[in-house]
């Protein structure tokens, strides 16, 4: 069974948010040495509780510490962001670590209300209802900057391209708090996010079993060697069978022949803004 990690970056009691930074790497390093597959970091602002704010950038840092694992967004939530720079930051992750970058999305503010505002993208928000738009731009864009689409003649955004352009597409999931959650129409795989409902709030133990460890509801971790103990057993915040991953196919809305390429998705339209 392969074993994933989502890690929130929690700010321990007695901690700061660098020491959380810091832990995120060192657990992130120890969870390749266990043989964890991937490692996906979470997304949360304008909390005292966890530090991790900008997925994209420790994506980078944990990649640089790490050799094989892969390393992925928990996710991205896409609501906030012009799909275009998502797709840059990731197409720069996968220039840099090719083949393991994972880049998960979802449609979850990650923040109370107020900070909504303050994060998106003009002076007015997105209705929810453009999410699948967001969603199927970012994986276009991802795949013409790839060579393995491209935008049909006439259409708004055909001399823009992500960059830096080159081979491989950082694989795609959507979250979603339930398996039925993620929309058909978003095109990519659905996970679930356990780790977003109520759980005991308990740290693993050493010796627990990993499948037992997943229904923690966070780590928090005393300190970095009881953090690298407890990762020799059970440092998965999440695995791959509870979390319900299904295959990319059974979320295409419209699957082409493996001859043809998808149709190209339409723009926003600016006004579906809320005002």
């Known amino acids: 069974m392969k074993l994933s990690a989502l890690d929130q970056s929690p700010i321990r009691k007695g901690g700061t948010a660098a020491d959380a930074v810091h832990e995120t790497i060192a657990l992130a390093k120890a969870c390749e040495g266990f043989g964890y597959s991937r490692y996906w970091l979470a997304e949360h602002h304008n909390t005292s509780s966890f530090a991790g704010s900008t997925p994209e950038v420790l994506i980078a840092r944990v990649a ?9 967004s928990g996710g991205i939530m896409l609501p906030h962001y012009s799909p275009l720079k998502v797709a840059e930051n990731f197409r720069m992750l996968e220039t840099l670590y090719p ?3 994972d880049l998960a999305i979802g449609r979850a503010p990650g923040a109370d209300g107020r900070t909504s505002v303050a994060l998106q993208s003009g002076p007015q928000a997105w209705d929810i209802g453009v999410f699948p738009q967001q969603a199927a731009l970012l994986r276009h864009y991802l795949e013409e900057a790839a060579g393995l689409a491209e935008w049909p003649e006439g259409h708004p955004y055909r001399q823009i391209h992500a960059s830096p352009r080159g081979p491989g597409v950082p694989e795609m999931w959507m979250l979603a708090s339930s398996v039925m959650g993620g929309s058909s129409r978003s ?19 050493l010796g627990q079993r990993p499948r037992a460890a997943a229904r923690s509801w966070r780590l928090m971790l005393p300190s970095p060697a009881t953090l690298l103990r407890a990762a020799a057993s059970s440092c998965a915040c999440a695995c791959a069978g509870c979390w319900g991953a299904l295959p990319l196919a ?23 803004r809320r005002g």
């Open 250 to 272: 059974q979320f295409l809305a419209q699957p082409s022949p493996p001859d043809q390429k998808r149709a190209c998705p339409s723009v926003p339209n600016p006004s579906r």
């Open 99 to 101: 083949e393991r970058v």
């Open 187 to 205: 095109a990519v795989p659905t996970r679930s996010r356990p780790h977003c409902l109520p759980r005991r709030r308990s740290t693993p133990r």
């Open 64 to 72: 640089a510490e790490t050799k094989s694992m892969r390393i992925g």
